[in-house]
């Protein structure tokens, strides 16, 4: 059983299209983190959102943590072939340990 | 950049060699990790550091060990190499955020593949 359970799986979208992917738990979480990852590297942190019903905006990305702290959204607008990566999910554990979603693969098609 | 640096980047090893994994951090963090990442299964903690000689194991320790003889150093040894221990992995540091929570920061990461 996956503590985040992240959809879609893989998303493939043209250029300029608008997306959102999901984070979804049924634990509360404290605070909760957003990472991109490109091929061959290691995930970079985006975000992180603490307050339910927090919206965080990154440029042409919108951050949402649910109201109960359960779930986030990760919405993009105008999307561009730099978009492309692996999007993560990611919430505290005991005491200073992360928990990963699985992902949701995005490919912005020129 | 968080100053990590995994050794080596990529190794093929044959199943039953032991096999050593370095992660090496410059900015003197408490906590280091290890996560292995497979296709469907993202990222999963493999063992975590939170002080000299001070571990302990994540959801998918079997057939891992760790040692952190000092604090820039953490190393990751699989006693016996498997095939189901191909994989992709990564050492990551974390931070407390100033607004709540923890943040990871990670290696470029280490391609293992056992044949």
């Known amino acids: 059983t996956q503590l985040l359970e992240q959809s879609p799986q893989f998303l493939s979208i043209q250029e300029g299209e608008n997306l959102t992917v999901y984070c979804n738990s049924s634990?509360?979480?404290?605070?909760l983190q957003w990472y991109r990852q490109e091929p061959g590297e290691g995930p970079v942190l985006l975000v992180t959102?603490?307050?339910?019903?927090e919206v965080k905006k990154l440029k042409r990305l919108t951050f949402q943590f649910g109201d109960a702290r359960k779930d986030s959204s990760l919405h993009i607008t105008a999307a561009q072939p730099g978009d492309t990566g692996l999007y993560l999910c990611?919430?505290?554990?005991?005491?200073?340990?992360?928990?990963f979603g699985t992902g949701t693969r995005l490919t912005v098609i020129p | 950049d968080a100053g990590i640096t995994q050794s080596p980047r990529h190794k093929v090893t044959e199943t039953g060699t032991p096999v050593t994994l370095r992660c090496h951090q410059t900015?003197?963090?408490?906590?280091m990790y290890w996560y292995r990442q497979d296709p469907g299964h993202g990222l999963r903690l493999i063992h975590y550091?939170?002080?000299?000689?001070?571990?302990d194991k994540g959801e998918v320790s079997d057939g891992y060990s760790v040692s952190r003889s000092k604090t820039e150093d953490f190393l990751l040894t699989l006693e016996s190499a498997t095939s189901s221990q191909t994989s992709v992995y990564f050492c990551?540091?974390?931070?407390?955020?100033?607004?709540?929570?923890?943040?990871?920061?990670f290696g470029q990461g280490t391609r293992l593949t056992v044949v």
């Open positions: 900015e003197n963090h408490r906590y």
């Open positions: 990611a919430a505290q554990t005991g005491a200073n340990n992360l928990f």
């Open positions: 550091s939170y002080g000299v000689k001070d571990t």
């Open positions: 634990s509360v979480f404290s605070s």
């Open positions: 959102v603490v307050t339910g019903g």
């Open positions: 990551a540091i974390s931070e407390s955020s100033t607004r709540g929570g923890t943040e990871a920061f």
